[in-house]
């Protein structure tokens, strides 16, 4: 009978999981999604294929686990900030500081060598924390969704180029830039961010 595994916030498994997730991002940036392997990341990380399985089911069940811990990241600078959970994006800080901080991780994922599923992944993550963002604010219907969809989309755009453009502004600035490009899609769907032309500056 099998023993039982650690939970997540074991040291030993947080370390291997970082590790996975480290030789992930090492590999994307030099050879592109398609050229490696699950063997090609335990070798870089020095873990056994055995220990990966443990863990995760191939390379999207990890990229997967990566985005949901910077889901969790985000929630908690989100507390520790004192951000106002109900302006809406109290995310959206968090998220473009912690691009800026891990450009290397965060060209890796939205970058032309992540490949469309990850780029994809990440587009879902964003689009999940916008909804999950304004599901409150927001009578259910197409309309609701499309502004969703659209901020999602803005809000994808405005973190890549930060982290890749030449003359992109800090993190505060291009918080306060998406805010107020966002504010006319939050009035047409009836919210109002009365931090958009604030904050930021």
Known sequence: ????????????????RRSLREALVALLIERGWEGFSVQDVCDRADIGRSTFYTHFADKE?????GLED????????????????????????????HAHEQQ???RALVGKKSGQLVQKMFRQMVL???REDLAPRLAA?????????????GFFEILTWSVEAKNAPGP???????RELAAPVLAAAGISDTSARTRGR
């Open 61 to 65: 069940d990890l990229v997967q686990g």
């Open 128 to 130: 999940d924390l916008v």
């Open 141 to 153: 219907g197409p309309r609701s969704e499309a502004a969703v969809a659209f901020l999602a989309g």
């Open 172 to 178: 505060q600035d291009a918080d306060g830039i998406f």
């Open 104 to 106: 290397r991780l965060f």
């Open 70 to 97: 910077l889901r969790a990241e985000l929630r908690a600078h989100v507390l520790a900030t004192g951000a106002d959970p109900e302006h809406p994006f109290a995310y959206s800080r968090g998220l473009l500081e």
């Open 1 to 16: 009978m099998a023993g039982k595994l650690p939970a997540k916030d074991d040291r030993r498994v947080q370390r291997t």
